[in-house]
């Protein structure tokens, strides 16, 4: 990976735990259903649709030391080529994971704890990564003050800065974004969907001057989602660009589709340099990656946990079984040793 020729993807990864039912259970405080175990996190899930697509990728977060989960999360990153030199390991944060209720395909309700929210960045380490970077991806599952401490270093460097809204709850930290007279959009992008869009955006309407929503948003360009209607993009040059969605006849899950929007814009503006929305390539890079997020169950295409990964007990049994092959050579070199050792201590006595 050369020097300022990857994309800086800056936030949560973490194990994520999808739970699955039918609409009939929904009156039941114990839900019938099924479980799902995957690897995720809104900048992971970017991080590897981008690197899925041969978009060379750096990574920084904070995760867990020890932790089991971030042994998992490190050989994603090795299985995608992405590049995690930048990732502080701490052993006092949380652990870090997702908890999400799935009905009729659609995320209902979910609950989280992001550990790299409480860490506290390594301003020398993230500059430098930053520095060396094509551009810098963020998302709202970091503290306000990381948000703006990140916008900050990124605008110092000249690096476009694109962002990801997470949720409603954690949208508002968006407003955190560091801006100045002489930078009034700081983000190239924000892209959120039409719940996060009402609670981040004050008195937010459809058909609101697209010169306002970006202004609130301190965006160039901000792309609102709305499911089964598409996604509507708002610049700063005062436009408003309507979109159907990508035209799919199986979906297994939404969960992922916003992540893949933003993964394929940040893709467009690698190749061409900026974001355009003229012409229909960035249209048609948008519609194949979320098309691929809606073939399968989780949130990326190689989140889910694999059968036997969270096997621990064949896992201990295999690594007791490698301590015994070594410690049987062991025993065997110094069997040898003290037999030479007895051989030539007879020797010398007997002469």
């Given at each position: 990976m050369k020097d300022k020729d990857y994309v800086l993807v800056i936030g949560s990864a973490h194990l994520d735990i999808l739970a699955y039912y039918d609409k009939c259970e929904e009156e039941f405080i114990d839900k019938k259903g099924s479980f799902e175990y995957s690897i995720g996190g809104t900048a992971f899930n970017i991080a590897v649709d981008l690197a899925r697509h041969s978009v060379p990728v750096c990574f920084y977060t904070a995760l867990k030391k020890g932790s089991l989960a971030t042994e998992f999360i490190i050989k994603r990153f090795k299985k995608n080529l992405i590049n995690y030199n930048y990732i502080q390991f701490e052993e006092l944060l949380p652990e870090s994971g997702f908890i999400a209720h799935m009905s009729e395909k659609n995320l209902i309700s979910a609950v989280s704890c992001m550990g790299v929210e409480n860490a506290t960045l390594n301003t020398e380490t993230l500059s430098s990564a930053i520095e060396n970077s094509k551009f810098v991806v963020m998302e709202c599952n970091l503290a306000p003050h990381q948000i703006n401490t990140v916008s900050k270093l990124a605008l110092s460097a000249s690096k476009m800065i694109f962002m990801g809204g997470v949720s409603e709850s954690k949208v508002k930290r968006a407003k955190n974004v560091y801006s100045s007279e002489e930078n009034q959009y700081p983000l190239e992008l924000l892209s959120v969907s039409q719940k996060e869009a009402k609670?981040?955006?004050?008195?937010?309407?459809?058909?609101?001057?697209?010169?306002?929503?970006?202004?609130?948003?301190?965006?160039?360009?901000?792309?609102?989602?709305?499911?089964?209607?598409?996604?509507?993009?708002?610049?700063?040059?005062?436009?408003?660009?309507?979109?159907?969605?990508?035209?799919?006849?199986?979906?297994?899950?939404?969960?992922?589709?916003?992540?893949?929007?933003?993964?394929?814009?940040?893709?467009?503006?690698?190749?061409?340099?900026?974001?355009?929305?003229?012409?229909?390539?960035?249209?048609?890079?948008?519609?194949?990656?979320?098309e691929e997020i809606l073939s399968v169950n989780t949130a990326t295409i190689d989140g889910s946990m694999k059968d036997g990964e969270l096997n621990f007990e064949k896992d201990e049994e295999g690594k007791l079984e490698k301590e015994f092959k070594l410690s049987d050579k062991i025993n065997i070199i110094i069997g040898v040793i003290i037999a030479l050792g007895t051989i030539i201590l007879v020797y010398f006595t007997w002469r």
């Open positions: 609670a981040f955006l004050k008195d937010y309407r459809p058909n609101e001057d697209p010169l306002n929503i970006c202004k609130q948003a301190k965006a160039k360009n901000v792309v609102i989602t709305n499911g089964e209607q598409g996604f509507s993009v708002y610049t700063e040059k005062g436009e408003k660009l309507d979109f159907n969605p990508p035209d799919v006849k199986t979906v297994k899950s939404t969960s992922g589709a916003g992540d893949a929007l933003i993964a394929a814009i940040c893709n467009y503006a690698y190749d061409n340099g900026n974001v355009s929305w003229k012409g229909s390539s960035i249209i048609e890079l948008i519609y194949s990656y979320i």
